[in-house]
């Protein structure tokens, strides 16, 4: 029968939804939540499983122990037209339990629905303790051969490639939190390298809160939420943080970043990445160097101001995951460099006076330059969330041949705390068999059995030496490339619970930080502290923070003390003399404008075809235009993306007015409080609110035709970012050239100079 043959049926599903893609002359906005668009019917006719979406990437397939399988991704997915049991016996219903007659009772013999109910009931595994919000993604990583001379790591040879997994997060909110408060963001890059996996476990920032691994808990039970009422949810503005970090003072200096705008980041794709501590390589002639790596974004390093990352929490708490995602699918793949900071192993691991086993100091890139190494490029999003992003397990002991660890007490720790929790987050010892765990390395370790073993080892030796397999197996000589424990002397010392006496400098690199920002990102600096300590319930942690503020910076405490209602004290130690380091700063350079999202604001009126060109105008520019107008649907023959209701300023980098719209009919206070007291306006006012804040949030603004008289009435006319013009065409060409130093930045007035 016809209707049963899945590869004809699959085929016309398939061919028909390609019909559809075709039919568009313009390239697709990215979000679509499947590869084929749906029927308004429910689909009768069985066919196969319909294909990823094609920017949609999996694990490769690995046998548990690492080698190639052959087999298709597709594979691993759900095979058949036919729903089945977890065994694959065919089943017809699947909506209605087994009952003796139609009004029952449920009969204990339902198998199915057993099956069903308890798998069920078992789908959530424990979150992550810290890191829990994350959004992975697969890439490939390109190394220059620039790191030759300093490491022996096989990967880093020139114009190797290696596959890769990326999994960005929050730190401290729960799974289901938002995406842009203000906290620390991982960056964990797992590379498949085929002389064992590397992972590089690093944060986007350089610095770390603690000094020494067993403060984590401390650190981490004063940033959760309180443990009586559990709240507030992934966020610092609260007591016990600020009363831990202000007693615990080798904190200011994270704790600065975290202020700064670094702890809000725009994407993903525009944050820097830091492995903090320092890491040891190895040369193939054996010699040493300390190194710091970096991963340095394409984009520029580019944040949201706090009204946009506030708002963002309510109006699209998946707005990091979604920006990562959507960039992948319309071709935007995000990209940074791999580069290193290069210091000589000598035996103080000191470099210009800085103790490089200290996590909580940078060296400044103004003297020691960040030497790229390597590109990596996302360019696949995972095929299920769960499977990759969830189970995926990074380690900082993960290291091939040519990459070593070095004393910092803090790296020492973590050595030992992800395989602890991965034992319990991801049930027993046999996760480094998950898929997107799997080496693409041979596998032979002698591990054997514990829950959920998928290898099937042969033989009857797992143990060395041994004669009954032949001796397998057998340890690496020198030429095997084996993983060699770099012999570092260690310090005749007595044994004891102490940091070196270097380690006691909290503040002065905080300052350094802060001397290092652009008036403007030392407002938002002073906005952010006095948010959040304004958000403390009790003064003696705010006036304890307040002296933590004035042996760093005066103006800084003074600025703080001033929105607190509280007086400045004085510093109780000398005020560090240092350098500032301009590269600290993400003011002041122009960068690419790849996959930022233009927002249009169009009527029914608006000239088609002049925006049909600059919407393709905007897609060969790499970035997404989103049309907004007073209705759903279609504008002629184009789809609209939000209407006035639905859109909201924060989901644009930048602004363009095709139209004066009047206001749409569901302009009334009752339907949408953002339309506030409609009935007189001659625009509907939602469009206005969106042109105050795209204002607000210095962002590019551009009009031509009657969209000038939106500017006009929103007071926006003639100011700094502002662009008005004949031609939809010339009106975008200017707002691109002001996209690319990601704000307006003239537009925010600055108080310090
Ligand atoms: C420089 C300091 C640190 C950095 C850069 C860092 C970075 C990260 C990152 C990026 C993740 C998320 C991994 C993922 O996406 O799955 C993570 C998770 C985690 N980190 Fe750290 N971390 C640091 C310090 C520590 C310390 C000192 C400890 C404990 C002593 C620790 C314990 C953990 C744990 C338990 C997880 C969850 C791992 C899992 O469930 O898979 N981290 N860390």
């Not at 690995?62 to 997915?77: L, M, V």
């Not at 990445?273 to 193939?284: C, D, K, M």
């Amino acid at each position: 029968m016809e209707s049963r043959n899945p590869a004809k049926a699959v085929k016309d599903v398939v061919e028909s939804a390609a019909e559809k893609v075709t039919e568009a002359l313009t390239p697709q906005v990215p979000g679509a939540p499947g590869s084929a668009p749906p029927s308004l019917a429910e689909p009768t006719t069985p066919h196969d499983p319909l294909p990823p979406k094609p920017e949609q990437g999996t694990p490769q397939t690995r046998t548990p122990t690492g080698a190639k399988t052959g087999t298709p991704a597709k594979a691993k997915g759900q095979q058949g037209a036919f729903l089945t049991t977890a065994q694959g016996a065919r089943l017809r219903d699947t909506d209605h339990s087994l009952k003796a007659g139609p009004r029952g009772p449920v009969l204990l013999q339902d198998h199915h629905l057993r099956e069903k109910i308890t798998h069920f009931d078992h789908e959530r595994i424990p979150e992550r303790v810290v890191h829990a919000r994350g959004a992975g993604a697969h890439g490939i990583f390109t190394a220059y051969g620039t790191a030759e001379n300093v490491t022996r790591a096989g990967f880093l040879r020139k114009g190797r490639e290696t596959e890769v997994f990326v999994r960005f997060s929050t730190v401290l909110g729960s799974r289901g939190s938002a995406d842009t408060v203000r906290d620390t963001r991982g960056f964990a890059t797992k590379f498949y390298t085929d002389e064992g996996t590397f992972d590089l476990v690093a944060n986007n920032m350089p610095v770390f809160f603690i000094q020494d691994a067993i403060k984590f808990p401390d650190i981490i039970h004063a940033a959760k939420p309180h443990p009586d009422r559990e709240i507030p949810q992934a966020q610092s503005a609260h007591d016990t943080f600020w009363d831990f970090v202000s007693l615990h003072t080798e904190a200011q200096h994270h704790t600065m970043w975290n202020m700064s705008d670094r702890g809000i980041p725009r994407s993903y794709r525009t944050m820097e990445g830091f492995g903090v501590h320092t890491f040891r390589l190895v040369n193939a002639a054996g010699e040493t160097a300390l190194v710091k790596f970096h991963w340095k974004p394409k984009l520029g390093v580019h944040s949201l101001v706090w009204e946009e990352a506030q708002l963002l929490n309510g109006i699209d708490p998946d707005f990091h995951r979604r920006d990562l995602y959507d960039a992948i699918e319309a071709g935007a793949f995000p990209e940074w460099e791999l580069g290193i900071q290069v210091f000589p192993d000598t035996p103080e691991e000191t470099f210009a006076g800085i103790d490089l086993l200290d996590p909580t100091k940078i060296v400044p890139e103004e003297l020691a330059p960040v030497q790229p190494i390597g590109k990596l490029v996302l360019n696949r999003t995972p095929t299920n969330f769960f499977a990759e992003t969830e189970q995926v397990a990074f380690h900082v002991g993960h290291l091939p041949p040519g990459i070593d660890v070095t004393n910092d007490p803090l790296l020492q720790g973590r050595l030992f705390s992800y395989v602890d929790t991965q034992l319990t987050r991801l049930a027993g010892p046999n996760f480094p068999q998950i898929p997107i765990n799997r080496p693409h390395a041979a596998v032979n370790d002698m591990l054997r059995d514990g829950f959920h073993q998928q290898a099937i080892h042969a033989g009857v030796a797992p143990y060395r030496p041994n004669s009954l397999d032949g001796g397998n197996p057998f340890p690496a000589g020198v030429d095997d490339h084996p993983f060699i424990d770099v012999p570092v002397q260690v310090a005749q010392a007595p044994k004891i619970r102490q940091s070196p006496a270097s380690f006691d400098d909290h503040f002065s690199q905080a300052r350094l930080f802060w001397l290092s920002m652009s008036p403007v990102e030392q407002e938002h600096i002073i906005r952010a502290y006095t948010f959040e300590l304004g958000k403390c319930y009790h003064q003696a942690i705010k006036e304890r923070q307040l002296q933590c503020l004035a042996n760093i910076d005066p103006v800084l405490c003074a600025q703080v003390a001033t929105g607190l209602g509280l007086p400045a004290p004085k510093p109780t130690i000398p005020l560090a003399e240092v350098e500032p380091s301009p590269a600290l700063s993400q003011v002041g350079r122009q960068w690419p404008v790849d996959g930022r999202t233009v927002g249009i604001v169009v009527t029914d009126d608006s000239d088609l075809d002049t925006i049909h060109h600059v919407r393709r105008a905007v897609f060969a520019a790499d970035m997404v235009p989103l049309l907004i107008a007073g209705h759903g649907g279609m504008i002629g023959d184009l789809p609209v993306q939000r209407t006035f209701a639905t859109g909201r300023s924060v989901e644009f980098d930048a602004l363009l007015l095709a139209a004066a719209p009047p206001p749409a009919p569901d302009a009334l206070p009752a339907r949408d409080a953002k339309a506030g007291a409609a009935n007189s306006a001659t625009i509907d006012p939602r469009v206005l609110l969106l042109v105050e804040e795209v204002w607000r949030h210095a962002k590019a603004i551009g009009a031509w035709g009657t969209g000038v008289t939106v500017l006009d009435q929103a007071g926006a006319t003639g100011s700094p970012g502002v662009v008005t013009g004949d031609s939809g065409d010339d009106v975008f060409d200017s707002l691109r050239q002001l996209m690319t130093q990601h704000r307006v930045w003239e537009r925010f007035p600055a108080s310090l100079s």
